[in-house]
T-cell receptor, first 118, second 110 residues
Framework: GAVVSQHPSRVICKSGTSVKIECRSLDFQATTMFWYRQFPKQSLMLMATSNEGSKATYEQGVEKDKFLINHASLTLSTLTVTSAHPEDSSFYIC??????????????FGQGTRLTVV | GNSVTQMEGPVTLSEEAFLTINCTYTATGYPSLFWYVQYPGEGLQLLLKATKADDKGSNKGFEATYRKETTSFHLEKGSVQVSDSAVYFCALSTGNQFYFGTGTSLTVIP
């Protein structure tokens, strides 16, 4: 199946700094990428939907100025956690769907990024 | 609206036991249905899928049948192994959105 690569897998940062997480579709083009947050022993919470070349659509309650999403190409989306605080510590996962066969097809997921803010 | 209701866990089984994880859905239109598996510290991997009513998805001994009449997509495996210990997510896709269940944690003990 298609591969989505997410980097880094783990990151520890100091409170107040910013962290960038990359999500790449390696062997397909992804018009749309999704960013999720997962708390321990809980389900995935959709944060935003990222569309190539346009602004991301954020879910209710997600601060768009804190979680900056850029989808500059059909193979790359980035999530930047700005001025991170300990409460932002979480597991972040991206997913992407293929351009050509978009409707009702499976999403492919990155490996996730464990962010720890100290 | 669209939603997925998944059996709550955690589920603990002995090796070689039969597994069922229930999943029901509410959807407009004609959704596709999926089961994803998440191993500790990793992202989600597609386990199986079904794109229309009466389709059966299967992979690695797991099966699920798309039942439109009962709006269900229950996951089953006849004989679980320790390596099946993970969190399982039921999901549906309609249009450009995915909807996930809450996940069911499965632990298989030797």
């Amino acid at each position: 199946g298609a591969v989505v690569s997410q980097h880094p897998s783990r990151v520890i940062c100091k409170s107040g700094t910013s962290v960038k997480i990359e999500c790449r579709s390696l062997d397909f083009q992804a018009t749309t990428m999704f960013w999720y947050r997962q708390f321990p022993k809980q389900s995935l919470m959709l944060m935003a939907t990222s569309n190539e070349g346009s602004k991301a659509t954020y879910e209710q309650g997600v601060e768009k100025d804190k979680f900056l999403i850029n989808h500059a190409s059909l193979t790359l989306s980035t999530l930047t956690v700005t001025s991170a605080h300990p409460e932002d510590s979480s597991f972040y996962i991206c997913s992407a769907r293929e351009l050509a066969t978009f409707m009702n097809t499976e999403a492919f997921f990155g490996q996730g990024t464990r962010l720890t803010v100290v | 609206g669209n939603s997925v209701t998944q059996m709550e866990g955690p589920v603990t089984l002995s090796e070689e036991a039969f597994l069922t994880i229930n999943c029901t859905y509410t959807a407009t239109g004609y959704p596709s249905l999926f089961w994803y598996v998440q191993y500790p510290g990793e992202g989600l991997q597609l386990l199986l899928k079904a794109t229309k009513a009466d389709d059966k998805g299967s992979n690695k001994g797991f099966e699920a049948t798309y039942r439109k009449e009962t709006t269900s997509f229950h996951l089953e495996k006849g004989s679980v192994q320790v390596s099946d210990s993970a969190v399982y997510f039921c999901a549906l896709s309609t249009g450009n959105q995915f909807y996930f269940g809450t996940g069911t944690s499965l632990t298989v003990i030797p």
